[in-house]
Each structure stands twice: as structure tokens, then as C-alpha cells.
């Protein structure tokens, strides 16, 4: 069984500072994505960033490129999102996901698909206060 377990989520003032985890087990092959999402209620989940397992290619949406970097510890199973210059836009509850292939790291069309991904953690909320 695939399990996804994001923590880190966290209240911080406007320009501060957060590194969301993800731990990841039960995936059955090396050659899968894993993205970060989020999502404000009432809206639209949106794709923000993503790296593939088989050649560490990253991609970020435009809205947090610069601010924010991916990183996986494939020793410990877990991919981190550090997130800085926080900014209150960036408020929403902060998602982990995986599918397996790479493709899905290659475009960031797959952003605006989440229904493409199968596997998905409970979330973890982040609040920055301007």
C-alpha cells in the first residue's frame, strides 16, 4: 500500500521560512514523480512542484519558482519542499502526491491535472500572516 505522510505545515509571518516533508512508502518501482500540490478552499488544487525519481529533473510553477525548492533523501524516503520568502498567498493546505513515471515531471501541464495522480497524502496546512 502507497502511503504519503506530509508534516512541516506551520503559522509564519509573511517573508518567513517553512520546509514541508513528505514521507513516502509502499511505492512498488524507482521510476515515479512526486508533486507537491495545494489547495485554498473553494478553489482549484494546483500543481507547484515536482521531481522525478529516475533523473531528479525538477520543475516549479511560476507563482513559487525562486522561493521555493524540491529535494528528495531517497536513504530516508522523503521529499522536502522548502519554502522561503513567504508571502500570505501562499496560505493553503500544502499536498504530496505520487504517480509512477517520469512524465510526469517533464511538463508542467500535469499541474493542472491532479485527477492524473493516484496516490496522496492528508495534507498539511500552512498559514503565513502578513
Known amino acids: 500500500e502507497v502511503q504519503l505522510v506530509e508534516s512541516g505545515g506551520d503559522s509564519v509571518q509573511a517573508g518567513g521560512s517553512l520546509r514541508l516533508s513528505c514521507a513516502i512508502s509502499?511505492?512498488?518501482?524507482?521510476?515515479?514523480?512526486i508533486g507537491w500540490f495545494r489547495q485554498i478552499p473553494g478553489k482549484e488544487r494546483e500543481g507547484i512542484s515536482c521531481?522525478?525519481?529516475?533523473?531528479?529533473?525538477?520543475l516549479y510553477a511560476d507563482s513559487v519558482k525562486g522561493r521555493f525548492t524540491i529535494a528528495n533523501d531517497n536513504a530516508k524516503n522523503v521529499v522536502y519542499l522548502q519554502m522561503n520568502s513567504l508571502k500570505p498567498e501562499d496560505t493553503a493546505i500544502y499536498y504530496c502526491?505520487?504517480?509512477?513515471?517520469?512524465?510526469?515531471?517533464?511538463?508542467?501541464?500535469?499541474?493542472?491535472?491532479?485527477?492524473?495522480?493516484?496516490?496522496w497524502g492528508q495534507g498539511t496546512q500552512v498559514t503565513v500572516s502578513s
Open positions: 509502499g511505492l512498488a518501482y524507482d521510476d515515479y514523480t
Open positions: 502526491t505520487a504517480e509512477y513515471g517520469r512524465a510526469y515531471c517533464t511538463t508542467t501541464y500535469y499541474f493542472t491535472r491532479p485527477d492524473e495522480y493516484d496516490y
Open positions: 521531481i522525478s525519481s529516475s533523473d531528479l529533473n525538477t
